[in-house]
C-alpha cells in the first residue's frame, strides 16, 4: 500500500532519498539524528499506548452474536458459591447505586476532529491553525491517532507534511508511533519500510521500538529478524513475556518448532508468566503435529497451569479440546461442563480433588499465616502486643470453635437492620445447629446504643464464646488465629475477602494455600436475608484446579463473557476422558 501526496512519492521513499539522511549527526537537528545508544534509552522512552483490548474486544464480539442469556446457566452446577466468576461483581451491582454505575463521561476531546482519510499540506496547515493545545501539534495528533486507530493512508500524510515541512525530517516519536499504527493495521509491507528506514537511521534502537518492530516482522518472511531485535533487548533487559509471544508465535507461523520451544524455555527461565495465547498456539501448531516428543512438552504445559494456578480462557480451552481429540490412537473425548455441589464432574462422575488441605499444608498455612499476618508485619500491628496476649491466653482456654463470626462485619451486613439484632439472630440460628461459636467483636459494641441494644447483646454473649478486642484493633487478624487455631474443620463469616492479608503472606506457595483454605472455610451469607430465615453460601468442596488422572483431565476456563477476580474461581471446565479405557463412574 502506498499513498502519493502531489509532488511527493511513496513517503518511505521520499524520507529515504532525501538529502539530510546522508548528513551525519554533528550537522543533524539533535532531537532526531542523535543516534540511540543504550545509556540514552530513557531520553528516547517511547511509551506506545497498549493494544486494543482483546478480551473486550472479543467481549463485544460475543455480545453481538450471542442472544441474550439469563444471569445463571445451570442451577445443577455450583457456580452460585461465594468464590464464582462474577460473584463479587455481581455483589457490587446489587448493593451500588444505579447511578454510580454509569460509565464515567469520556475523557474530554479537543475541538479538533481527528482526518479519517489522507489531508493535503494545505489541510493540514489548516488544522494546525486551529489547534491550541499545549503540545506539540504533530505529536498530539500521532498520540490520537493511534488512540483511535486511525487508517494508515491519514497517519502517512501527516508525517509526509511534517517531512515536507522540515527537510526529510520526521521525528523519533512519530515514525515510532506511526509504526506502531502500521503494526496494529498488520501492514507488513509498510512496517518493513519503516524498518529499514530505522535501521539506516539509528544504530540502536530504544526497547519500545523493538517491541513494536518484532510484532511487525513476525508475519513476514523477514521473522528472523524479530528474533535479533530480541537479542537487542536482552543487552538492556530481560525481555518481556510480549516480546517471547510474539518471536514464539513468529517461529511457530514458520514451522520452527525448536526455536519456538528454547525461547518458551527461556521465557520461563526467566521466572516470567508466559501470556496465555503463547501457551494456546502451541496447542494450536500441536494438532498438526504427530510426535511423543512434543505431546509430553503440551502435559507439561497443562502441569505449569496447574502449578501456578492459571486457568485458561475460553477460546484456549477449545484449543485444548481439539489438539486432545486430534491425537491418533489414543481417542481422547473432551466436553464443556460443571461441576456439582457434590465435587463430582457433571460429565463424567468423577470426583475432583479435594479442597481441603492435607494436614502438613494445614499447619504450614498454620504457621505462615502467624509469622506474617498476625505477629509480623508492621502494616498490620493494629494491634498491641498486651492484647494480642490476651486473646491468645482467651483462645487457648476454650475448646475449639465450629464457626468464628466477624461480629461488627456481619451485624453491617443488612445496613436497614438494627446491628445487634442482625448479630443475635445469626448468633441464634447457628446455635440452634450446636454449633460452638465464637464472636469477635469491638469494644464500643457493649455501649448500649439505639444500633447496639444491651438486651440483644446479652442474650449474643449466652449463646457464644465473646471476644471484644479495643475500638482501634484490626479484626480479621484475631478472626484468622481463631480459626486456624480450632482445626481444619473450623469455618468463618466475614464479607471481607482479606485479599491484603493474602498478599501479606511471603511466597506464592502460601498464598495459593490461603485461598484455598479460604475457598474452603469462608461462609458467606446470602443477599436474600429476612428475619425469620437464614442462609447460608455453601462452601467449595472441590479444588478448582487443573488436575488429572492419568486417563482423564479436568480443566477449569474462563468464560470470555464472564470477568472473574482475582479472588473468585471460574465455574466451567472442559472435562477430557480418554474412550479405550473403562469409563470411571461413581
Ligand atoms: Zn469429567
Not at 530481560?238 to 525461547?263: E, F, M, T
Amino acid at each position: 500500500m502506498t499513498f502519493y501526496l502531489p509532488g511527493f512519492r511513496s513517503f518511505p521513499k521520499l524520507w529515504m532519498s532525501t538529502p539530510s539522511l546522508e548528513l551525519g549527526p554533528a550537522t543533524s537537528p539533535v532531537f532526531f539524528f542523535l543516534p540511540v545508544t543504550r545509556n540514552q534509552h530513557r531520553r528516547f522512552s517511547v511509551k506506545a499506548t497498549p493494544p486494543p483490548n482483546s478480551k473486550a474486544m472479543n467481549l463485544l464480539l460475543a455480545k453481538a452474536r450471542t442472544p441474550k442469556k439469563g444471569n445463571y446457566s445451570n442451577r445443577q452446577g455450583s457456580s452460585d458459591h461465594y468464590f464464582a466468576a462474577g460473584a463479587a461483581k455481581k455483589r457490587s451491582h446489587l448493593t451500588s447505586n444505579p447511578q454510580q454505575r454509569e460509565h464515567a463521561p469520556s475523557h474530554v476531546m479537543s475541538t479538533i476532529k481527528l482526518p479519517t482519510k489522507p489531508l493535503s499540506s494545505g489541510e493540514w496547515d489548516k488544522l494546525k491553525e486551529d489547534f491550541n493545545g499545549k503540545a506539540s501539534f504533530e505529536d498530539w495528533v500521532i498520540s490520537q491517532m493511534v488512540r483511535s486507530s486511525s487508517s494508515v493512508d491519514a497517519a502517512k500524510s501527516l508525517l509526509a507534511w511534517v517531512a515536507a515541512k522540515n527537510n526529510g525530517i520526521v521525528g523519533y516519536n512519530l515514525l515510532v508511533k506511526y509504526l506502531y499504527l502500521c503494526v496494529s493495521h498488520k501492514q507488513t509491507s509498510e512496517v518493513i519500510d519503516v524498518y529499514e528506514i530505522m535501521k539506516a537511521k539509528y544504530k540502536c534502537l530504544e526497547t519500545a521500538a523493538n517491541t513494536i518492530l518484532i510484532r511487525g516482522l513476525i508475519h513476514s518472511d523477514r521473522w528472523r529478524e524479530a528474533l535479533l531485535l530480541l537479542e537487542d533487548i536482552k543487552k538492556v533487559m530481560v525481555p518481556s513475556k510480549r516480546n517471547y509471544n510474539d518471536c514464539i508465535q513468529g517461529a511457530l507461523l514458520h514451522q520452527d518448532v525448536d526455536v519456538a520451544w528454547s525461547l518458551y524455555k527461556e521465557l520461563v527461565g526467566h521466572n516470567l508468566i508466559p501470556l496465555l495465547e503463547t501457551l494456546k498456539a502451541f496447542f494450536d501448531f500441536g494438532k498438526d503435529i504427530n510426535d511423543d516428543h512434543y505431546l509430553d512438552k503440551l502435559l507439561d504445559i497443562l502441569l505449569y497451569l496447574r502449578n501456578n494456578h492459571l486457568y485458561p480462557g475460553e477460546s484456549f480451552a477449545h484449543s485444548i479440546k481439539t489438539w486432545f481429540e486430534s491425537i491418533p490412537g489414543r481417542q481422547w473425548e473432551g466436553q464443556f461442563t460443571t461441576v456439582q455441589r457434590s465435587g463430582h464432574c457433571s460429565s463424567c462422575g468423577r470426583a475432583l480433588e479435594s479442597i481441603h488441605l492435607s494436614p502438613e499444608e494445614y499447619e504450614f498455612l498454620k504457621g505462615e499465616i502467624m509469622r506474617d499476618v498476625i505477629v509480623g508485619g508492621d502494616q498490620y500491628k493494629k494491634t498491641t502486643p498486651q492484647e494480642l496476649k490476651r486473646f491468645q491466653n482467651f483462645v487457648n482456654s476454650c475448646p475449639p470453635f465450629d464457626i468464628v463470626i466477624d461480629g461488627l462485619n456481619v451485624a453491617k451486613m443488612f445496613f436497614k437492620s438494627r446491628e445487634s439484632q442482625i448479630l443475635l439472630n445469626v448468633v441464634s440460628q447457628l446455635a440452634q445447629q450446636n454449633l460452638r461459636l465464637l464472636v469477635l467483636g469491638r469494644k464500643h459494641m457493649l455501649m448500649p446504643s439505639s444500633r447496639w441494644r444491651k438486651d440483644e447483646m446479652e442474650q449474643v454473649r449466652k449463646q457464644a464464646h465473646c471476644f471484644f478486642a479495643d475500638n482501634i484493633s484490626k479484626d480479621d487478624p484475631f478472626l484468622l488465629y481463631a480459626t486456624l487455631n480450632s482445626g481444619n474443620h473450623c469455618k468463618f463469616i466475614t464479607k471481607d475477602l482479606m485479599r491484603d492479608h493474602k498478599a501479606c503472606l511471603s511466597d506464592v506457595r502460601s498464598q495459593h494455600l490461603f485461598f484455598k483454605w479460604q475457598q474452603g472455610h469462608q461462609m458467606a451469607i446470602m443477599n436474600n436475608f429476612q428475619r425469620s430465615k437464614l442462609t447460608f453460601q455453601h462452601t467449595l468442596s472441590y479444588d478448582t484446579v487443573v488436575q488429572t488422572t492419568g486417563d482423564s483431565w479436568h480443566i477449569p476456563y474462563d468464560e470470555d463473557l464472564v470477568q472473574r477476580s482475582s479472588c473468585e474461581v471460574p465455574t466451567k471446565w472442559l472435562c477430557l476422558q480418554q474412550k479405550t479405557q473403562a469409563p470411571a463412574r461413581s
